[in-house]
């Protein structure tokens, strides 16, 4: 699969790695140059200076043949902005963005359409579940 991730922090490139060893073409977007040092040996894709919403990046990227966008940058709105193009100007058949507040989350995912990751309510979930572990 051709992969697009924006987004090089810990989750970004953790997944750039596992995906890149496992065959995949990874190409991994980040404005940072320096956070691209997150990367080992192991992985095997391409790195991309710049802004995930940078249309003329994500061409670059290889946006117009991609199997799939993921979008981990820091900011939801970020994150929101490149999952719309990715799905509705680009047709990506798949997209997931992160989008850390759960009513933001609620709305991309009920009323726009995307598939969103909720580390906030992944979290509290986790948290939750330890609790009753511990009765």
């Known amino acids: 699969m051709k992969i697009i991730i924006v987004g ?62 993921i979008s981990v940058a820091k900011g939801d709105n970020t994150n929101i902005m490149v999952g719309q193009v990715a799905k509705f100007l680009y047709k990506v058949p798949n997209v997931v963005v992160r989008i850390v507040d759960p009513k933001s989350k609620k709305f991309y995912e009920e009323e726009v359409g995307l598939t969103c990751y909720c580390p906030t309510e992944v979290s509290c979930c986790s948290y939750i579940g330890l609790l009753e572990v511990n009765k």
């Open 8 to 69: 090089c922090g810990r989750v970004g490139s953790k997944m750039a790695i596992e995906l890149s060893e496992k065959g995949n073409d990874v190409r991994l977007i980040d404005r940072n140059p320096l956070a691209f040092d997150k990367l080992d040996d192991k992985f095997g894709g391409t790195i991309i200076v710049g802004t995930g919403t940078d249309e003329d990046v994500l061409i670059k990227a290889g946006i117009e043949e991609a199997d799939a966008v």
